[in-house]
Nanobody, 118 residues
């Protein structure tokens, strides 16, 4: 199973972008699916993650109220709507998923670069 991410690009501060992620196998059912990001010189951090078993989406404090994670399809596709972007959001964004049998995120997309210019 591969995660196929799309979206990203260059946007001015205050603008919006949408990232999408889908599993290559329609029968893949994740326990949790969402997005991480890694900015230059910084550690990878979780941005938004939906856990199906508890029906809850969690967000990093820095993106609350600006980013929205939507479940596009039954546990194998999500999208991330990013509004009011600022230069601190510049990073490579990675889609990730884990299965019910694992606590670690074993499935990763290829990464998509988001650049926010001031």
């Amino acid at each position: 199973v591969q995660l196929q991410a799309s979206g990203g690009g260059v946007v001015q501060a205050g603008g919006s972008l949408t990232l999408s992620c889908a599993a290559s196998t329609p029968t893949f059912h994740s326990a949790a699916m969402g997005w991480f990001r890694q900015a230059p010189g910084k550690e990878r951090e979780v941005v938004a993650m939906h856990t199906w078993s508890v029906g809850r989406t969690t967000y990093a404090d820095s993106v609350k109220g600006r980013f929205t994670l939507s479940r596009v399809n039954a546990q194998n596709a999500v999208s991330l709507q990013m509004n009011r972007l600022n230069p601190d959001d510049t990073a490579v964004y990675y889609c990730a998923a884990r299965t019910y049998s694992r606590s670690t995120y074993d499935y990763w997309g290829q990464g998509t670069l988001v650049t926010v210019s001031s």
